[in-house]
């Protein structure tokens, strides 16, 4: 033993009805280093930390801290243990400012009077010692999210927190906040503080962790040296076998326009401002066109004026010469092929079973519904099996699986067939590997290959920059419901995307068509960024 | 063992079982409260409750107070089926009452002073009953009004409404509407030779086999066919249903209007077989409507199975007002089925705890393509009414 561990988890075996979701697993964080948690969704990452927070008790094992075995029986437990976690969702009151957040729980009071000057000098000092720069007079619902974030460290820091736990804390950075994360991280590493840091993205392991332990599965796969470790190493220990990183496709051979989007403008849910404004393009068939942007800049809601579910405010959608813009979901799904950016709220009756669900888009057609208005629930079971073979849908049951029950995994498969065999000319497809394991991932990209390949126009969005990077033929770059960019994909590199995805750098005004790429460099609007959510 | 773990597992053998509890737990309450205020006749009490007509000294007797039970379980039916049916939608039918109340107003106003016969008061009722529920549809589908809320304000205004509308048709010397049997006898349900089976009850009409056909109805309807699968999809999950190019808004206020008229007609099924009049004085909204309510529970929220639990309801209802009043006082049997009934309603935090118990047993088996994430499990949990 060259150092003595901060924390141990030696054994921990978790089990749930059905599943052991940590089977005997063994997670050693030394003193002073960060330690990368890598595993697929679904390979016991989450299990293990809410062992760790007492949310869950291990039915084996133990936790050692500073080499004593402890019980942690609530999170309380784990506070006292200086144990902190920042959550891949933020737990942040939105209406509060960051002081009154970061003291949230542990204000100090003289006769029920809130003290916060001790406060403030305490945070202002941890933020110079960290670099962590925040306004501690802020609301939360004006700052960025990157500073949110670092309200969220500073929490666990004016706690006296040793152990910090990071929970995906990329996923809803622009690659340049993602850089100045790894600096803080490294920040408090020469501090003395123990990272965990739960992740699957591998170029973020190289970055800044010491060590690695790999699940999978709920199973303990090893734990390794970073520095001595290849990205393809590890990518093996977390998938099992040999992943091919990169996608394959033959050059696009675009034909006539599919989609026309003019001037497309649709109102916020959130705000009295409009999410899109304004956005003008075009999607051929035979091509692969993406909307890469960070969450929350009026992806959702460009799809929903799209497909029909919210109306426009102002615009003229043309798909296949006609005019669509006033069109029903109905009438648009003649045309158009929606996988939807929610499987669970919008994709899937989730009560219903799996071939009910495989009908969702058809059910009412002569195929399956006679003319009295009978369900012809034979020819239903048919379709559902035979979509089933040909996309690998697993499931317990079968067809009569209730789709509640399926995993993730095969859920997104299942609303993949469904509409990828419908008839259509334009598949739009939001997001569809989110949550899903690097396997399945591959098997959506090939799928969406194919569809172009087969002559469709496919509208991909995403917020993945590998998928961003290898699988379209276009980038266009929304920002605050603008696009602000239009890239190849070959061309470009992951900075130059970032730049454009933070609104520090557009090539498309406002009123432009696609076909008029204009070269202005604009401001640095990125510290105006809210997150909208 | 594995036969058993799978009957138990089994949906509908849960639903009956879960019901089964609730009843036997009712009963056995309701018999401690027996206990509690005079343990002498309690045994005696529980029993007529339970047997009801089987009670009567007379074979006729007998006969004739069974068709009175099976005469009012007929409108409970229809507004178990009512509830039911919004249910499955995802609605929660409190308004049924109102609908209740307005089908008997435009029913019983119909036959009094138009003097239409059955039919026309029947469909009458119906379309009165599915107006008040296409309101409160109307008001949830476009300004998001919860049901419950305009469902309980419409069963007060329908009530004074319909007191005031029915007075015009009145006796002159009680609170109560005319007899249809003097007023308009073509408004009364036809018998059709039912009454010769009961001792010649006059009230046992073709509104009972009416009721249970109109169960198989909706029980078709739900399962069977496009419009239920819509209707059952937007009940399920509302968003998915409008992604799927489904008038979500339009399904709300349609099955709103259709839950409403089937409590109209049940309104009819009372009204119009002459068991009863309109009190034209009354104060509280008919107990018939929320009794709806524990019925569709008991039943297991299926159509068929509302047709047993509207029967046993009203037959403890009925057997609850048979039992010594020197021993007990008489608000005793309201009391006692309303215990049965309150009871009812937790069959779904049984079949609860019976899911729970079987996933416990079940435990280890490492499947990991079976198990529902994480955040499904707890919107599962939530989203339960």
Same mark, same amino acid.
């Given at each position: 033993?060259?150092?003595?561990?901060?924390?141990?988890?030696?054994?921990?075996?978790?089990?749930?009805?059905?599943?052991?979701?940590?089977?005997?697993?063994?997670?050693?964080?030394?003193?002073?280093?960060?330690?990368?948690?890598?595993?697929?969704?679904?390979?016991?990452?989450?299990?293990?930390?809410? &062992?760790?927070?007492?949310?869950?008790?291990?039915?084996?094992?133990?936790?050692?801290?500073?080499?004593?075995?402890?019980?942690?029986?609530?999170?309380?437990?784990?506070?006292?243990?200086?144990?902190?976690?920042?959550?891949?969702?933020?737990?942040?009151?939105?209406?509060?400012?960051?002081?009154?957040?970061?003291?949230?729980?542990?204000?100090?009071?003289?006769?029920?009077?809130?003290?916060?000057?001790?406060?403030?000098?305490? &945070?202002?000092?941890?933020?110079?010692?960290?670099?962590?720069?925040?306004?501690?007079?802020?609301?939360?619902?004006?700052?960025? &999210?990157?500073?949110?974030?670092?309200?969220?460290?500073?929490?666990?820091?004016?706690?006296?927190?040793?152990?910090?736990?990071?929970?995906?804390?990329?996923?809803?950075?622009?690659?340049?906040?993602?850089?100045?994360?790894?600096?803080?991280?490294?920040?408090?590493?020469?501090?003395?503080?123990?990272?965990?840091?739960?992740?699957?993205?591998?170029?973020?392991?190289?970055?800044?962790?010491?060590? &690695?332990?790999?699940?999978?599965?709920?199973?303990?796969?090893?734990?390794?040296?970073?520095?001595?470790?290849?990205?393809? +190493?590890?990518?093996?220990?977390?998938?099992?076998?040999?992943?091919?990183?990169?996608?394959?496709?033959?050059?696009?051979?675009?034909?006539?326009?599919?989609?026309?989007?003019?001037?497309?403008?649709?109102?916020?849910?959130?705000?009295? !401002? !409009?999410?899109?404004?304004?956005?003008?393009?075009?999607?051929?068939?035979?091509?692969?066109?993406?909307?890469?942007?960070?969450?929350?800049?009026?992806?959702?809601?460009?799809?929903?004026?799209?497909?029909?579910?919210?109306?426009?405010?102002?615009?003229?959608?043309?798909?296949?010469? +006609?005019?669509?813009?006033?069109?029903?979901?109905?009438?648009?799904?003649?045309?158009?092929?929606?996988?939807?950016?929610?499987?669970?709220?919008?994709?899937?009756?989730?009560?219903?079973?799996?071939?009910?669900?495989?009908?969702?888009?058809?059910?009412?057609?002569?195929?399956?519904?006679?003319?009295?208005?009978?369900?012809?629930?034979?020819?239903?079971?048919?379709?559902?099996?035979?979509?089933?073979?040909?996309?690998?849908?697993?499931?317990?049951?079968?067809?009569?699986?209730?789709?509640?029950?399926?995993?993730?995994?095969?859920?997104?498969?299942?609303?993949?067939?469904?509409?990828?065999?419908?008839?259509?000319?334009?598949?739009?497809?939001?997001?569809?590997?989110?949550?899903?394991?690097?396997?399945?991932?591959?098997?959506?990209?090939?799928?969406?290959?194919?569809?172009?390949?087969?002559?469709?126009?496919?509208?991909?969005?995403?917020?993945?920059?590998?998928?961003?990077? !290898?699988?379209?033929?276009?980038?266009?770059?929304?920002?605050?419901?603008?696009?602000?960019?239009?890239?190849?994909?070959?061309?470009?590199?992951? +900075?130059?995307?970032?730049?454009?995805?933070?609104?520090?750098?557009?090539?498309?005004?406002?009123?432009?068509?696609?076909?008029?790429?204009?070269?202005?460099?604009?401001?640095?609007?990125?510290?105006?960024?809210?997150?909208?959510? | 063992?594995?036969?058993?773990?799978?009957?138990?597992?089994?949906?509908?053998?849960?639903?009956?079982? @879960?019901?089964?509890?609730?009843?036997?737990?009712?009963?056995?309450?309701?018999?401690?409260?027996?206990?509690?205020?005079?343990?002498?006749?309690?045994?005696?009490?529980?029993?007529?409750?339970?047997?009801?007509?089987?009670?009567?000294?007379?074979?006729?007797?007998?006969?004739?107070?069974?068709?009175?039970?099976?005469?009012?379980?007929?409108?409970?039916?229809?507004?178990?089926?009512?509830?039911?049916?919004?249910?499955?939608?995802?609605?929660?039918?409190?308004?049924?009452?109102?609908?209740? *109340?307005?089908?008997?107003?435009?029913?019983?106003?119909?036959?009094?002073?138009?003097?239409?016969?059955?039919?026309?008061?029947?469909?009458?009722?119906?379309?009165?009953?599915?107006?008040?529920?296409?309101?409160?549809?109307?008001?949830?589908?476009?300004?998001?009004?919860?049901?419950?809320?305009?469902?309980?304000?419409?069963?007060?205004?329908?009530?004074?409404? @319909?007191?005031?509308?029915?007075?015009?048709?009145?006796?002159?010397? $009680?609170?109560?509407?005319?007899?249809?049997?003097?007023?308009?006898?073509?408004?009364?349900?036809?018998?059709?030779?039912?009454?010769?089976?009961?001792?010649?009850?006059?009230?046992? @009409?073709?509104?009972?086999?009416?009721?249970?056909?109109?169960?198989?109805?909706?029980?078709?309807?739900? $399962?069977?066919?496009?419009?239920?699968?819509?209707?059952?999809?937007?009940?399920?999950?509302?968003?998915?249903?409008?992604?799927?190019?489904?008038?979500?808004?339009?399904?709300?206020?349609?099955?709103?209007?259709?839950?409403?008229?089937?409590?109209?007609?049940?309104?009819?099924?009372?009204?119009?077989?002459?068991?009863?009049?309109?009190?034209?004085?009354?104060?509280?909204?008919?107990?018939?409507?929320?009794?709806?309510?524990?019925?569709?529970?008991?039943?297991?929220?299926?159509?068929?199975?509302?047709?047993?639990?509207?029967?046993?309801?009203?037959?403890? @209802?009925?057997?609850?007002?048979?039992?010594?009043?020197?021993?007990?006082?008489?608000?005793?049997?309201?009391?006692?089925?309303?215990?049965?009934?309150?009871?009812?309603?937790?069959?779904?935090?049984?079949?609860?705890?019976?899911?729970?118990?079987?996933?416990?047993?079940?435990?280890?088996?490492?499947?990991?393509?079976?198990?529902?994430?994480?955040?499904?499990?707890?919107?599962? *949990?939530?989203?339960?009414?």
């Amino acid at each position: 033993m060259d150092t003595p561990y901060a924390i141990e988890m030696v054994n921990i075996t978790k089990r749930f009805p059905g599943i052991i979701a940590n089977d005997n697993i063994t997670l050693q964080l030394r003193k002073g280093e960060i330690h990368a948690l890598l595993g697929e969704n679904g390979a016991g990452k989450s299990t293990l930390m809410s &062992v760790l927070f007492g949310l869950y008790q291990a039915e084996e094992g133990v936790i050692k801290k500073d080499g004593k075995e402890v019980k942690i029986n609530n999170p309380n437990d784990a506070n006292d243990l200086g144990i902190g976690m920042v959550h891949q969702h933020f737990k942040l009151v939105q209406c509060f400012t960051v002081l009154e957040n970061i003291i949230l729980g542990v204000e100090s009071t003289k006769n029920g009077v809130l003290q916060m000057e001790e406060a403030r000098k305490k &945070v202002k000092a941890l933020s110079e010692k960290y670099g962590l720069q925040v306004d501690p007079d802020a609301k939360i619902e004006d700052i960025t &999210v990157g500073m949110q974030q670092r309200t969220e460290i500073l929490k666990m820091l004016f706690r006296d927190n040793e152990i910090l736990i990071f929970d995906e804390p990329t996923a809803v950075l622009t690659p340049q906040e993602i850089e100045e994360l790894m600096q803080i991280m490294r920040n408090l590493r020469a501090e003395g503080k123990s990272i965990l840091f739960i992740t699957h993205k591998l170029n973020e392991i190289k970055a800044v962790a010491d060590r &690695v332990t790999v699940l999978r599965r709920g199973k303990y796969i090893g734990t390794v040296d970073v520095a001595t470790t290849s990205k393809e +190493e590890m990518s093996r220990m977390m998938v099992g076998r040999d992943v091919n990183m990169v996608v394959d496709k033959a050059p696009a051979h675009p034909g006539k326009t599919i989609l026309k989007v003019e001037n497309m403008t649709v109102a916020s849910k959130m705000h009295a !401002n !409009n999410a899109v404004k304004n956005v003008s393009f075009e999607v051929h068939e035979g091509e692969i066109v993406c909307i890469a942007g960070i969450d929350g800049n009026g992806q959702t809601e460009f799809v929903y004026g799209l497909t029909g579910m919210e109306p426009l405010v102002d615009g003229k959608i043309t798909l296949c010469d +006609e005019d669509i813009t006033r069109w029903s979901i109905r009438q648009r799904s003649k045309l158009l092929s929606h996988i939807p950016e929610d499987r669970h709220k919008h994709g899937l009756v989730l009560d219903y079973p799996l071939e009910y669900n495989m009908v969702l888009q058809r059910y009412y057609q002569p195929e399956f519904t006679s003319k009295a208005g009978f369900l012809k629930r034979p020819e239903i079971r048919a379709y559902s099996e035979r979509l089933e073979a040909e996309h690998d849908v697993r499931s317990g049951q079968g067809s009569i699986t209730i789709a509640r029950a399926m995993s993730g995994g095969n859920q997104q498969k299942a609303i993949i067939a469904r509409e990828i065999d419908k008839d259509h000319k334009l598949l739009v497809a939001v997001q569809p590997t989110r949550g899903l394991d690097v396997g399945a991932i591959e098997g959506v990209h090939r799928n969406l290959i194919k569809e172009r390949d087969n002559g469709r126009a496919v509208l991909l969005i995403s917020l993945e920059l590998e998928e961003v990077m !290898n699988v379209p033929d276009r980038i266009l770059v929304m920002y605050e419901g603008e696009i602000v960019g239009e890239l190849d994909p070959k061309k470009t590199t992951v +900075e130059e995307l970032g730049l454009y995805m933070a609104g520090a750098k557009r090539n498309v005004t406002v009123n432009a068509n696609t076909s008029e790429i204009e070269h202005s460099e604009v401001v640095d609007t990125a510290a105006g960024r809210k997150e909208e959510k | 063992m594995k036969e058993k773990k799978n009957l138990i597992k089994n949906p509908s053998f849960q639903a009956i079982l @879960t019901s089964l509890i609730c009843i036997v737990l009712g009963l056995f309450i309701g018999f401690i409260v027996l206990l509690l205020i005079n343990p002498a006749g309690a045994g005696e009490a529980i029993k007529t409750i339970l047997i009801n007509f089987m009670s009567r000294s007379s074979s006729i007797a007998r006969m004739k107070a069974l068709g009175n039970t099976l005469a009012k379980s007929a409108p409970l039916l229809m507004c178990a089926l009512s509830i039911c049916f919004c249910y499955k939608v995802g609605l929660f039918n409190i308004g049924a009452p109102g609908q209740y *109340e307005a089908g008997a107003c435009i029913g019983l106003y119909a036959a009094l002073a138009w003097h239409c016969n059955w039919v026309v008061c029947l469909i009458l009722a119906a379309i009165a009953g599915a107006i008040v529920g296409a309101v409160s549809g109307a008001l949830k589908a476009y300004r998001n009004v919860n049901e419950v809320i305009s469902g309980i304000m419409l069963n007060w205004i329908i009530l004074y409404t @319909t007191n005031m509308i029915l007075a015009k048709v009145k006796d002159p010397t $009680s609170p109560y509407t005319i007899k249809l049997s003097t007023g308009n006898k073509s408004a009364l349900i036809p018998t059709a030779g039912l009454n010769t089976l009961f001792s010649n009850n006059k009230s046992v @009409t073709l509104a009972i086999p009416f009721a249970i056909l109109f169960a198989i109805l909706i029980w078709v309807i739900l $399962s069977k066919t496009k419009f239920g699968y819509e209707l059952r999809a937007t009940g399920f999950n509302k968003e998915a249903a409008k992604y799927a190019g489904m008038k979500e808004k339009q399904n709300i206020i349609i099955t709103l209007a259709i839950g409403g008229a089937l409590a109209g007609i049940g309104a009819a099924f009372l009204f119009l077989t002459g068991y009863q009049e309109w009190s034209t004085t009354q104060s509280s909204v008919p107990a018939m409507g929320f009794n709806g309510i524990a019925a569709t529970f008991l039943g297991g929220l299926h159509p068929i199975g509302t047709i047993f639990a509207s029967f046993f309801i009203q037959s403890i @209802t009925d057997g609850g007002a048979l039992i010594n009043k020197s021993i007990y006082p008489s608000q005793i049997s309201d009391l006692i089925s309303a215990i049965i009934i309150y009871l009812c309603g937790f069959v779904l935090f049984f079949k609860f705890a019976i899911n729970n118990w079987i996933g416990k047993r079940d435990k280890g088996g490492p499947n990991v393509n079976d198990v529902p994430v994480k955040d499904d499990a707890a919107k599962a *949990e939530g989203g339960d009414k």
